[in-house]
């Protein structure tokens, strides 16, 4: 027989480990050549993966939820003509243990053959790295609940309730898969409340705050209603199933807040940072924005502040060309770079990314609006790819979002400068010799002081400042 194995690819630059996220096939499935037969998550990115031949599924290597590096053997495919029975060949021999039904502790119900285990649960093998989900002596399960030493520490599952009828596996994106396994619940006793059985990110919190209630007072699942209506780090999503009594909660740094924080640390202690601040009226601004939004030739478009922003900071970096340059150590040389990536930062459920609208410099204003909103879009779903968050040259972040006036914001490593907009809020302001209530925000602008010294840095942000204050020079000066 011949028994073709399929081989977790580096989805990324330099990648060397990925996370199986969702599986799309079952052993017996037919699949073929382009297939998307799985989903993984990088440190940068939620990939779908094809399967490069056809054939007959013989076996799924690893669960989801499973980390594997990259080169290891995820899934074995039985080529056409080869006997349904015949052994697998050597090089599958781990299917045995990493089996997508292996058996389930006590406690919890049996699933069918073909359903891969749940999140969480089953044996680990040798080859792979797991989410701890019991803790040592002294320490808090991931949960919140205490783990006593040689004691298992059970996530907040409801084991009484069964799997779904048939065996089959819920229906949920992959973001609450995510959110769902690092609250320990398990999807199939979630009661889905979506268009077509899907679960939500409400369904898996109520099913949270009902794990824990006997354990806690019914105030406890109070935090969960405002989770579940803005996109946060899942780090702050699992805060909910804290236990009372717990004094400290562990939460595994992996994927994306891991390269996050990396290369945080990075940019830090490598480029020297400079912030300055200005505050301005932007009161001419928010009347353009209502203006544009009932512009019948912009109709459909999405125009909101933002947009405008961005489109400012194109405008600014027309005016002072040497601000968007990147630093060569390699070489010594500073790059001056003749085009525009302009990231965008995305508080995202996989946590904070950075993608960049491509050749943003020569976009129209429509154009602009239609990249952003499908940026924002594939953020949220879970979909952008390494290449939409590679080669950016500045970006913009966005606190005021969550009515922070302003912030001190780190570097993207590799870029220049960065722009932190803050709230826009209605503050009396002296306009035209009078006190009035005028819509104000402020701007921090950190960059790297090898590239840009305190007097281009002050140009370039109070150019930015001058086209919010006076729109109409997004006109005169572009």
């Not at 040592?136 to 030493?149: C, I, K, L």
């Not at 600014?316 to 340059?325: E, K, L, S, T, Y």
Request: aromatic share 4%.
């Amino acid at each position: 027989m011949t028994i073709r194995e399929f081989k977790m690819p580096d989805v990324g630059e330099g990648l060397t480990e990925a996370e199986i996220l969702k599986w799309y096939v079952q052993p017996g499935d037919t699949v073929t050549d382009g297939q998307v037969v799985c989903e993984v998550e990088t440190a940068k990115a939620a990939v779908e993966l094809p399967i490069p031949f056809d054939g007959t599924v013989h076996a799924l290597l690893f669960e989801e939820g499973t980390t594997v590096d990259v080169g290891q053997v995820i899934i074995s495919v039985q080529t056409a003509g080869a006997a349904a029975d015949a052994p697998v060949q050597e090089a599958s021999a781990p299917v045995a243990e990493a089996a997508p039904a292996p058996a389930p502790a006590a406690e919890e119900p049996v699933a069918e053959a073909r359903q891969p285990v749940l999140v969480g649960y089953g044996v680990s093998t040798a080859s792979t790295k797991r989410r701890p989900r019991k803790a040592p002596a002294g320490t808090a399960a991931q949960d919140g609940t205490a783990a006593p030493a040689a004691a298992p520490a059970a996530a907040p599952v409801l084991p009484a309730v069964p799997a779904q009828p048939g065996g089959e596996r819920p229906l949920a994106k992959p973001p609450v898969r995510k959110l769902a396994k690092d609250l320990g619940i398990d999807l199939a006793s979630v009661v889905p409340t979506g268009d077509g059985g899907v679960v939500t990110r409400e369904d898996v919190h109520a099913a949270a705050a009902a794990a824990i209630a006997p354990q806690a007072a019914p105030a406890a699942a109070a935090p969960v209603a405002p989770q579940a209506q803005t996109p946060a780090p899942v780090a702050e999503a699992a805060a909910p199933a804290v236990e009372p009594s717990a004094r400290e909660t562990r939460i595994p740094v992996k994927g994306v807040r891991k390269v996050t924080a990396q290369a945080m640390v990075g940019s830090a202690f490598t480029a020297p940072h400079v912030t300055e601040f200005i505050t301005l009226d932007v009161t001419r601004t928010m009347k353009l924005v209502q203006e544009l939004k009932d512009d019948p030739d912009l109709a459909g478009l999405r125009i909101n502040p933002l947009l405008l922003i961005a489109k400012a900071v194109l405008v600014a970096i027309r005016r002072n060309p040497d601000v968007n340059a990147s630093w060569d150590e390699a070489a010594q040389e500073i790059v001056l770079k003749h085009y525009v990536n302009l990231g965008i930062a995305a508080a995202t459920p996989r946590g904070l990314i950075v993608p960049n609208i491509k050749d943003a410099h020569a976009k129209t204003l429509g154009e602009l609006s239609e990249s952003l909103s499908s940026l924002v879009a594939t953020a949220r779903d879970g979909k952008t790819s390494p290449a939409d968050m590679q080669n950016g040259t500045i970006t913009i972040t966005n606190v005021g979002v969550f009515g922070v006036d302003t912030g001190t914001p780190i570097l993207n490593p590799g870029e220049s400068a960065i722009l932190a907009v803050g709230a826009i809020k209605l503050q009396p302001w002296v306009h035209k010799g009078k006190v009035k209530p005028r819509q104000v925000t402020t701007l921090a602008l950190s960059f790297d002081h090898r590239l840009i010294d305190g007097e281009l840095g002050s140009k370039f942000l109070a150019d930015i400042a001058a086209v919010l204050e006076h729109p109409r020079r997004l006109i005169t000066w572009s």
